[in-house]
Structure formats: C-alpha cells, structure tokens
C-alpha cells in the first residue's frame, strides 16, 4: 500500500505529539516533532547567550544558525526520536520553561522558519512520515494527503501541560503555565511568517473532552480511509 503524509497542526499542549507518535508507530510511519527543533534553535541560543532584550530581529542568532546541528535519533526503548544538539542530548533541556517562554520569539525569526522548514520538507521527501508542528499543513506540506488541525481550551492544555511540569520535577504553578500557554497562542497565530491557522482541507480536532484512545482510533481511522481511497485510485 502506498504511503502518506500527515500533518498535525495546533496550538501548543493539544497533546499532538501523544497521538503523531501513536499514529506512526501504528502505520510504521515515521514521525518528526518540528517543535522539538525550533525549541533546540532556543536552547542554543539560551546557551550561548544570544537572547537579549531584542530577540526577532538579531542578527547574532541569525549568523549562528549555521554552526546548529540538529538531528534525530531513534530510541530503540522509547520507540520515537529523540533530539540531538550538535550531537548532544537534550530532549530534557528543550522542553524546561525556561525554552517554553522564548521558543515562540525564535520561531518568530524568518531565517530560523527557513531553515527548519527545509530539513522538514527533506526529511518528508518519501512519505510514509507524521510531522507535527504549527505550519506542517500550511507551508512544509501543502499537499500532505491528511491534514489535521487540533484544538482544545487554553484552561485544559495548560492544565495538561502543568501536570506533565510537575511529574518532570519543575517547580511551577497553574497559572504561570496557563500564561505562557496564552502568551504562545497569542504569538504563534499572529506572527508574520506562518502563523498558526488551520490549513485548506484541513480536519479540525477539538479533544477538549476527548482521552487518548478515542483520539487515536478517530485519526487512525482517517488515515485508513485516505489509504483506502488512494489504493481505489490507482
Ligand atoms: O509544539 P511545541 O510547543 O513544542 O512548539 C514550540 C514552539 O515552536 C511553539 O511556540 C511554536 C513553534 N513552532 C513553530 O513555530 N512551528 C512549528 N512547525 C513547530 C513549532
């Protein structure tokens, strides 16, 4: 059977890398979480100093792109990639709130989004691949053959990502990850360079009130059906 691209696109604690990755291994399809590589573009940056008062239009961050050397390797145990930063790992690093509170800023930046979107586009070339992001649908894979765009409230994501903090140790309180929740729908939909929005032909999603397994079967069950259809075509 042939293979597709599916794209998930979303704001941020919509639980999209639970089911991307649910969804690949299921179809034997590779996935690819891009938000993992503009939250390593950060911790770079953090690590290096280059995150000041001006962060969208700095031209240190900009020269430095080229000395970035991102990667995905996969672990056999976990059984999904894992980021690397010029071949360390640092899956830990990149998801602390200190990357959450400025990774939306770097994603803000052109040449950071051209980069990246050219690895992604790459890394896509042989289907059979489920990347998840904010502009997948959009800009990397415009005729990805099942597209996704999934919401749910401000008030449940933050909740789920403050219980997901505290279970890593952080010390953080609801409504800190409740602002920084906002704070990133507020940026990631209104900046100038693909900014968050649903995708043409894309499938809206709100699992507010939805568990994990109904997610899965219902997206599963998508992907089948445009795999059916794609074998009925040919
Ligand atoms: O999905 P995430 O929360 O790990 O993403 C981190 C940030 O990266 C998010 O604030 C928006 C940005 N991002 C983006 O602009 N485009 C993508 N394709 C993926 C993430």
């Given at each position: 059977?042939?293979?597709?691209?599916?794209?998930?696109?979303?704001?941020?604690?919509?639980?999209?890398?639970?089911?991307?990755?649910?969804?690949?291994?299921?179809?034997?399809?590779?996935?690819?979480?891009?938000?993992a590589m503009y939250r390593a573009v950060t911790l770079y940056a953090l690590q290096n100093g280059l995150i000041g008062e001006q962060i969208d239009d700095n031209p240190a961050i900009v020269e430095s792109l080229s000395k970035i050397d991102l990667e995905?390797?996969?672990?056999?145990?976990?059984?999904?990639?894992?980021m690397y930063l010029n071949g360390i790992h640092v899956?830990k690093e990149i998801r602390s709130?200190e990357v959450s509170r400025y990774v939306s800023r770097i994603a803000e930046i052109?040449e950071v989004?051209?980069m990246l979107?050219?690895?992604?586009?790459?890394?896509?070339?042989?289907?059979?691949?489920?990347?998840?992001?904010?502009?997948?649908?959009?800009?990397?894979?415009?005729?990805?053959?099942?597209?996704?765009?999934?919401?749910?409230?401000?008030?449940?994501?933050?909740?789920?990502?403050?219980?997901?903090?505290?279970?890593?140790?952080?010390?953080?309180?609801?409504?800190?990850?409740?602002?920084?929740?906002?704070?990133?729908?507020?940026?990631?939909?209104?900046?100038?360079?693909?900014?968050?929005?649903?995708?043409?032909?894309?499938?809206?999603?709100?699992?507010?009130?939805?568990?994990?397994?109904?997610?899965?079967?219902?997206?599963?069950?998508?992907?089948?059906?445009?795999?059916?259809?794609?074998?009925?075509?040919?």
């Open positions: 059977m042939g293979k597709i691209t599916i794209a998930i696109d979303g704001y941020s604690s919509t639980g999209k890398s639970t089911i991307a990755k649910q969804l690949a291994k299921a179809l034997g399809y590779v996935y690819i979480d891009t938000g995905f390797r996969y672990n056999d145990t976990l059984e999904y990639s894992e899956e709130l052109k989004r051209e979107v050219g690895m992604q586009q790459k890394m896509g070339q042989g289907r059979g691949i489920v990347m998840d992001g904010r502009d997948i649908g959009t800009v990397v894979f415009p005729n990805a053959e099942l597209k996704v765009f999934m919401t749910a409230s401000p008030e449940k994501r933050a909740y789920r990502r403050y219980k997901e903090l505290l279970d890593k140790g952080e010390k953080v309180t609801y409504e800190q990850v409740l602002k920084n929740v906002q704070s990133r729908d507020r940026i990631d939909s209104s900046r100038e360079f693909s900014p968050l929005r649903k995708a043409e032909g894309a499938i809206t999603f709100d699992n507010s009130d939805m568990g994990l397994q109904e997610q899965f079967e219902r997206l599963y069950n998508y992907a089948k059906r445009v795999l059916e259809s794609k074998k009925g075509a040919h």
